[in-house]
Nanobody, 113 residues
């Protein structure tokens, strides 16, 4: 399984970005796709996940600002990030679970104050 993430970049406080992650390869049945992030000097943390049943899980720090969605036909998950804050600066990693865990290569999101 390969995960190709895109959409990161530099944005000012209050701005928006949309991350995409396309899964390919021997995917079989995808149970969960989502995003984690890791800021410098900190542990990787959950941002948002979405399972095949449509249930979502968000970190408290991003609720009401970020929205996760998925295109099952394209095996692609999206993360719409609005009202970005400097604290959102991190490398964002795409995540897939289908009985095994897979990680994308990471995409940098930098929010300037």
């Amino acid at each position: 399984v390969q995960l190709q993430a895109s959409g990161g970049g530099l944005v000012q406080t209050g701005g928006s970005l949309r991350l995409s992650c396309a899964a390919s390869g021997s995917i079989y049945r995808i149970n969960i796709m989502g995003w984690y992030r890791q800021a410098p000097g900190k542990q990787r943390e959950l941002v948002a996940t979405l399972n095949t049943g449509g249930s979502t899980n968000y970190a408290d720090s991003v609720k009401d600002r970020f929205t996760i969605s998925r295109d099952n036909a394209k095996n692609t998950v999206y993360l719409q990030m609005n009202s970005l804050e400097p604290e959102d600066t991190a490398v964002y990693y795409c995540y897939l679970f289908n009985g095994r865990v897979y990680w994308g290569q990471g995409t940098q999101v930098t929010v300037s104050s």
